[in-house]
Structures are given as C-alpha cells and as structure tokens.
C-alpha cells in the first residue's frame, strides 16, 4: 500500500519557538493533503486541507498564523507551528490522498508527537 | 451535524474469542464509514470501508462490519481474535457533499492469551 511518512516523530521545544513537521508521500503523488490533530483519549480532529500550489483550507477555530501549511510538491506537505506554547503540544497527524474520484482512500502517516516545555 | 461515537474506549478478549467493537454515527445524509487500525509508533491503516454497496463489509485481516442504517451503527467484528490484532482502532465517517473524515475516540483492543 502507499505510504506516507513524517518527520520528527517525536520533538520537544521551548515556548515561543517555531516548529516544522514533515508530510511526505513516498511512492505516490498526493493530490490533497490533511494534517490532523490528536488529544490524548480523543478523536483526530481536522485542522486544514492543503492542495499543492494553493492556500491551505482551515477548519473553523484552527489559527491559520498559528498552523502554516505548505503544500510544495505533489509529495511534501510541511506544517508550522508557530510561537508554539505549551498548549500546542499534541499529536500531529497527516494524511495523503490518492485518486481521482469524489472519494478517494487517505493514507495516514504515523504522527509527530509535540511537546512544548 | 455529522458524529461518530465509539463505545468502549478499552476492550478485551481472549484470543481466540469474537471481537466487537463498537461504532455509531449520526448524519442526517447517507455516509461513508470507515474502520481504521493504528498499531504503535504507525499510521492509520485502513480496515475496512462502506460507500453504499452491500451492507456487509469484509475487510483485511478476517474483520468484517454490518452497516445498519436502523440502528446507525457500523459495529466491527473478527469471529476469532489474535494477538497480532491488538492495536487501537478508529470508526470514521464522511459525509457526501464534505468528503471530509470525522473520527470517533478510538477503541484501544487487547488480546489475551
């Protein structure tokens, strides 16, 4: 199957500096991108759809000066976190998907776990 | 709005033993349902999914799910649980017209021996 991979799995940061996570898509091209977020004991909640060349689409209460998306390639989405604070520690989950048709199967990569001290 | 409730965040079962975990959505269209599988430090996989064909779905690994619009409920199920099937797992729904993916809380499973 295809397979979707970010990078840190894992980073730890100080308030108010910037984070960058990786979206890559490896042996296909993703039209769209998701990035999720995860709360522990808690559903993935959607935070924007990033379609490459064009302005993310944020979900309703998602800061988009706070979460910058990136979607450069047909294989690489990057997510920001800006001035993060402890608040912003999650679990960042993306997602790629494949297809042409309405519907189309999203393939998930395995989550970067953010901590903000 | 659309939402999915999964019941049972913890479940257990004997190897060997059925499993059923449980998944209830609301939407006032007719939806889309998937079951994911997340095994640790991994992505979502997906299990299985309903897109309005046959109301029984098969799915990888020996999983299956009935879609029940009556009871709005698309409950997963394996007749026989192994221990490579401990993970945790996600019921999803998509809504036409949104195509976008509203998760439930997930149902963390454990297998005993």
């Known amino acids: 199957g295809a397979v979707v991979s970010q990078h840190p799995s894992r980073v730890i940061c100080k308030s108010g500096t910037s984070v960058k996570i990786e979206c890559r898509s490896l042996?296909?091209?993703?039209?769209?991108m998701f990035w999720y977020r995860q709360f522990p004991k808690q559903s993935l909640m959607l935070m924007a759809t990033?379609?490459?060349?064009?302005?993310?689409?944020?979900e309703q209460g998602v800061e988009k000066d706070k979460f910058l998306i990136n979607h450069a390639s047909l294989t690489l989405s990057t997510l920001t976190v800006t001035s993060a604070h402890p608040e912003d520690s999650s679990f960042y989950i993306c997602?790629?998907?494949?297809?042409?048709?309405?519907?189309?199967?999203?393939?998930f990569g395995p989550g970067t776990r953010l901590t903000v001290l | 709005a659309q939402s999915v409730t999964q019941l049972g965040s913890h479940v257990s079962v004997s190897e060997g033993a059925l499993v059923l975990l449980r998944c209830n959505y609301s939407s006032s269209v007719p939806p889309y349902l998937f079951w994911y599988v997340q095994y640790p430090n991994q992505g979502l996989q997906l299990l299985l999914k309903?897109?309005?064909?046959?109301?029984l779905v098969k799915g990888i690994n020996g999983f299956e799910a009935e879609f029940k619009k009556s009871e709005t409920s698309f409950h997963l199920t394996k007749p026989s649980a192994h221990m490579s099937d401990a993970a945790e797992y996600f019921c999803?729904?998509?809504?036409?017209?949104?195509?976008?993916?509203?998760f439930g809380t997930g149902t963390r499973l454990k297998v005993l021996a």
């Open positions: 042996d296909f091209q993703a039209t769209t």
């Open positions: 999803a729904v998509v809504t036409s017209g949104t195509y976008k993916y509203i």
């Open positions: 309903y897109t309005s064909a046959a109301t």
């Open positions: 990033s379609n490459e060349g064009s302005k993310a689409t944020y």
């Open positions: 997602s790629a998907e494949f297809g042409t048709q309405v519907l189309n199967e999203q393939f």
